[in-house]
């Protein structure tokens, strides 16, 4: 099955600095990629996506693009701001029949204004 | 428009209860899937269901999770006799065919 591995934090910036969360990723076949955020006491959110190698997903200042070559789908932003405190999670979606989120462990990301 | 909705938000219950925790998909959402979020952990999958047909229940961790879809659109996860270590948020999310996923806000499971 899919397996995620994810930059681990907590990950603590200053406002305006720029961040990049690290994803690598091992799957069956090319699947597409999914970044999605938790706020605290919130459910998960859709981020960004990408469905093929060499697309880049981008929302909300955030971009991502699928490397297949690497097998990574890194999550960077120029400037982050406070309100961007979240934890981050990378997942690959399963080839088989169920179509399933495979999760890393999420990256927690604190930013100080 | 209206999101994925889930209730109970939280939910108690004593060791060896039995739980009932509800889906609300978005309106025509085919797919809908289960996952358990266990403290600062990702999301696991559980079951996915299309329509009403539970195509996939390998997540499933006993024999004593059980879900249903019964007219393929309002699901529900029981869990039968619960243990400590079924305590989670259960998240629930759905879908149209084209992959993407949309995520109730889940409900928190303490078992005491």
């Known amino acids: 099955g899919n397996s995620v591995t994810q930059m681990e934090g907590p990950v603590t910036l200053s406002e305006e600095a720029f961040l990049t969360i690290n994803c690598t990723y091992t799957?069956?076949?090319?699947?597409?990629l999914f970044w999605y955020v938790q706020y605290p006491g919130e459910g998960l959110q859709l981020l960004l996506k990408?469905?093929?190698?060499?697309d880049k997903g981008s929302n909300k200042g955030f971009e991502a693009t699928y490397r297949k070559e690497t097998t990574s789908f890194h999550l960077e932003k120029g400037s982050v701001q406070v309100s961007d405190s979240a934890v981050y999670f990378c997942a690959p979606i399963s080839s088989g029949s169920a179509r399933q989120l495979t999760f890393g462990s999420g990256t927690q990301l604190t930013v100080l204004p | 428009g209206a999101g994925v909705s889930q209730s109970p938000r939280y939910k108690v219950a004593k060791r060896g209860q039995d739980v009932a925790l509800r889906c609300d998909p978005i309106?025509?959402?085919?797919?809908l899937f289960w996952y358990q979020q266990a403290l600062g952990q990702g999301p696991e999958f559980l079951t996915y269901?299309?329509?009403?047909?539970?195509?996939?229940k390998s997540g499933l961790p006993s024999d004593r999770f059980f879900a249903e879809r019964p007219e393929g659109s309002v699901s529900t996860l029981k869990i039968q006799r619960t243990q400590q270590e079924d305590s989670a948020v259960y998240l629930c999310a759905s879908g149209q065919r084209q992959e993407t996923q949309y995520f109730g806000p889940g409900t928190r499971l303490l078992v005491l």
């Open positions: 990408a469905t093929k190698a060499d």
């Open positions: 309106s025509g959402h085919v797919s």
């Open positions: 799957a069956t076949g090319y699947p597409s």
């Open positions: 269901f299309q329509n009403e047909a539970q195509l996939d």
